[in-house]
């Protein structure tokens, strides 16, 4: 399976961003910084793969008036090696941003995240628990792709390592 991380220009430089961790571990990976992409990164013309989308289909896209999405056709989840995933890092309010400056993100089949576990993302707010970071949701979702979680449990240890380092470097965790 193939990654394509588009990353928001203001979280390239953010310490506590996860997108680089994500990409330097996962051979193959691309992470690419910017607002605006050209849609043959992830529409690449006669490569055969079939490109999804990591975005929740939400209500309140259409009502910003966002594409409605296409169905994800589950044919296309038989054969993992033949998926692009791309996912977008930032904030919800960039990544909702990056969605709207690229209408044809727009029109990918978008794949949701089921039965997530709350995020051990602590350095950084959430509303929800279900809010994941980059590295979270990505990981979830290969996981749920290819109906494999224990392959990503050593790059969920190091980000949990890293989260923790994060705190004390803050103040607010203890070094043990």
């Known amino acids: 399976m193939e990654l394509l991380i588009l990353q928001h220009p203001l979280e390239v430089d953010n310490p506590k961003g996860t997108a680089r961790l994500l990409h330097l571990s996962l051979p193959g990976s691309r992470l690419l910084s910017g607002g605006r992409f050209d849609a043959e990164l ?3 013309p006669g490569n055969g793969r079939h490109t999804l989308l990591l975005y ?3 209500l309140s896209d259409r009502a910003a008036g966002l594409a409605a999405p296409p169905e994800l056709a589950r044919g296309l989840l038989q054969d993992p090696s033949q998926l692009r995933l791309v996912v977008l890092d930032g904030t919800w309010r960039k990544s909702r941003r ?3 400056l690229n209408p ?9 995240l089921r ?3 709350a995020s051990g993302y602590l350095i950084r707010r959430a ?4 809010q994941l970071s980059t590295l979270e949701a990505a990981c979830a979702a290969l996981a749920q792709l290819e109906g494999d979680g224990e392959k990503f449990r050593a790059l969920l240890a190091a ?3 890293f989260v923790a380092w994060q705190q004390v470097l803050s103040g607010r965790g203890s070094c043990s």
């Open 98 to 100: 990056m969605l709207h």
């Open 127 to 130: 509303h929800r628990p279900d």
């Open 56 to 58: 929740p289909d939400l």
């Open 42 to 44: 992830w529409q690449p």
């Open 104 to 112: 044809s993100l727009q029109l990918l089949p978008r794949l949701s």
């Open 115 to 117: 039965d997530v576990p």
């Open 159 to 161: 980000f949990e390592g």
